[in-house]
């Protein structure tokens, strides 16, 4: 009896489901916690907002959530180290911008572990330059 019952479950995923917090986009900092930086050369006058979520690249990684959660100072810090270093010029140019997403992409999943939690995608919700 007990077979059934759990092998419905787990290859639909509707058993542990509620297990499951590493579903959709992930804040690298906390939901609603934007990064902010000054950028290169701006003597504190200029600032740049970011808010960049993190995307799963394996479905079955139930604890992809929990390794950014656990990495979550260390991802901050890299990313205001990579972003502090570019010029108003630099961050406000697109195709840099997209560099910048791909490096830090690249950077994160060093610290995350390619193999353990691989990421699919690095979304940027909010990218306010003022």
């Known amino acids: 009896h007990g077979e059934a019952e759990g092998g419905h479950g787990e290859s639909s995923g509707t058993g542990d489901s509620a297990e499951d917090n590493s579903v959709g986009e992930i804040s690298i900092v906390g939901e609603g916690q934007p990064i902010v930086i000054n950028p290169a050369n701006s003597n504190g006058t200029r600032y740049l907002l970011v808010d960049i979520y993190l995307v799963r690249g394996n479905p079955e990684d139930k604890k992809f959530k929990e390794a950014i959660d656990l990495h979550s100072k260390k991802l901050q810090s890299l990313t205001m180290d990579k972003l502090s270093e570019r010029d108003i010029q630099e961050l406000s140019n697109p ?22 939690h691989p990421i699919k995608e690095i979304v940027v919700a909010k990218w306010i330059m003022q």
Not at 95 to 100: E, G
């Open 95 to 116: 195709s840099i911008r997209k560099q910048i997403e791909n490096d830090l992409m690249n950077q994160y999943q060093r610290i995350l572990g390619p193999k353990e």
